[in-house]
């Protein structure tokens, strides 16, 4: 399942307003840095949720990820060691994942 790679990206504004819409105050700000802070977490958990991806199809003999390899990795990546959900930037990840990519 060899393919070309290319690199992850997000937009700026796009993680902004993702950011922006868990605000529950209207005065609540957001910095430069926490976005370029947030890009780069979104970059690390969708090159993750690709690889366990793959390693599922894999292991199910398929030469082709398909969505079905992403729902079953899927808890794996929302929960915690205890099988618990996590608050916080896994679960905005999450949503942001789910979101843009259903």
Request: aromatic share 8%; charged share 30%.
């Amino acid at each position: 399942m060899a393919g070309k790679q290319e690199e992850v990206s997000f937009k700026k504004e796009t993680v902004s307003k993702l950011l922006s819409s868990s605000f529950k105050e209207d005065k609540t700000k957001l910095s430069g840095d926490a976005t370029l802070l947030m890009r780069e977490m979104l970059k690390i958990f969708v090159k993750e949720a690709a690889l366990r991806s793959l390693k599922q199809a894999e292991a199910e003999d398929c030469n082709q990820v398909e969505i079905e390899h992403f729902e079953k990795i899927l808890p794996q990546l929302v929960c915690c060691s205890t099988g618990e959900p996590q608050d916080g930037a896994r679960v905005l990840l999450t949503r942001f994942f789910c979101k843009f990519c259903f």
